[in-house]
Structure formats: C-alpha cells, structure tokens
C-alpha cells in the first residue's frame, strides 16, 4: 500500500525566515514524488518532482525538497519566505505500475507573517 | 500553450439529478485524471483516460463515470446526485501515463449538490 503523511497541518512563518514543510510516505515500489501547491480558488501547480535521479531536488520560486530513502521522507523547504508564498501545500505520491494515480497527503497550510 | 481548461466553473444541481463535467487537457497531452477535493477527504483520485481507455479508477460508487475521446478531451459524468458529491472537481492532463510524468491541473468545477 502507498500513503503520504503530511506531519503539519498548518505552518506559521515570519517573512525572510526559512520555511520547512515535512511529508513522509509509505510505498511498496519505487516512488515518484511531487510538492504542489493551491493558492486559494487557483488551481493546484506544480512545485518540482522526484523521479529516481537526484535526491535533492530544485523547483519553482526557490523550493527544493530532498527525497532521503532511509528516512521515507520528502521535506520541502525555502531558505527565506515570501509574502506570495502562503498557500496550501500538498506532497504527493506516483507509482509507475498505476499509471497516473497520484496519492495526495492533506496539506500543509502556510502562513506567512509580515 | 493553454493549460487544461475545464467547464462549467460553477454548477448548482439538486439531488437525484445528473452532471456531467468536461475536461480540455493541454494539446499534445493523452492521459486525463480525475480528481475531487473535499473538506473532509482532501484530494481523492477518481479515474484515469490513456488513449480513450480507463486505466484506473479510484474507490468511488458506481454512479462516477467518465469517458474520452480521439481528441483527448474527458468528460466525467454523475447521475443520482448526493448532497456528499457537493466538492471541486479537478481535471489533470499528462503527456503519457506511467506514474513519473507531472500531471497539470485545471481550475476545477465547484459542483453543488441541494
């Protein structure tokens, strides 16, 4: 069986602070992983993906998130914080015998304070 | 490109009534996922279309089906509508189906079950 779990159902962080998201899976096979985001009444957008190449993983606006086999983890995080960055994060998980079957987490809600 | 567009936005039904909710993935894209979101199940994948077929369907009634056609585009259709099938229906398009591929998401239909 597959699961995601998003450890922080809501983060709070002061702007210019390094924002850290946590997301832990659980897959029988080797796992694609993805960091969305949905701004509110937008759509969901893709942040970066993990496919099997390298661990650390670069995405849009500054993330990165380092997928870390030991630990069954996928953290995102961002060295400084931006107003525009409040949002609702999801990490997700794909696996290659399912087709495009993505398993979401519940998502992390991010504040950022002024 | 234009992104996936999918129609209507905004529908209001009664129950016992059907719906059905169409989906325009980006050109050049064949798989076609379904998604609904709701408060209190988060995101919960539905079905797959690859090629006008279904590969997979998510742990939803019977009365959840869709379809698609040579030209990609999805539909999805509801009958004997629930007030619990009240949520944001996501479309998502993909280039080819297989787990490791991005899948990019529409604005969704918020649909209104009375």
């Known amino acids: 069986a597959q699961s995601v779990t998003q450890l922080d159902s809501h983060v709070s962080v002061s702007e210019g602070t390094p924002v850290l998201l946590r997301c832990n899976y659980s897959?029988?096979?080797?796992?694609?992983l993805f960091w969305y985001v949905q701004h509110p009444n937008k759509g969901l957008q893709l942040l970066l993906k993990?496919?099997?190449?390298?661990?650390l993983v670069k995405g849009i606006n500054g993330f990165e998130a380092e997928f870390k086999k030991s630990e069954t983890s996928f953290h995102l995080t961002k060295p400084s914080a931006h107003m525009s960055d409040a949002a609702e994060y999801f990490c997700?998980?794909?696996?290659?015998?399912?087709?495009?079957?993505?398993?979401f987490g519940t998502g992390t809600s991010l504040t950022v304070i002024p | 490109k234009a992104g996936v567009t999918q129609t209507p936005r905004y529908l209001i039904k009664t129950r016992g009534q059907q719906v059905t909710l169409s989906c325009s993935p980006i050109?050049?894209?064949?798989?076609v996922s379904w998604y609904q979101q709701t408060p209190g199940q988060g995101l919960q994948f539905l079905f797959e279309?690859?090629?006008?077929?279904?590969?997979n369907k998510g742990n939803f009634p019977g009365r959840f089906s869709g379809r698609q056609f040579s030209n990609s585009r999805s539909e999805m259709n509801v009958s004997t509508l629930e007030l619990g099938d009240s949520a944001l229906y996501l479309c998502?398009?993909?280039?080819?189906?297989?787990?490791?591929?991005?899948?990019?998401f529409g604005p969704g239909t918020r649909l209104t079950v009375t």
């Open positions: 897959s029988s096979y080797s796992p694609s």
């Open positions: 050109s050049g894209h064949r798989s």
């Open positions: 993990y496919t099997s190449a390298a661990t």
């Open positions: 998502a398009s993909s280039l080819a189906s297989g787990g490791s591929y991005e899948q990019y």
């Open positions: 279309y690859f090629s006008e077929t279904q590969r």
């Open positions: 997700v998980v794909s696996l290659s015998n399912t087709g495009n079957q993505f398993y």
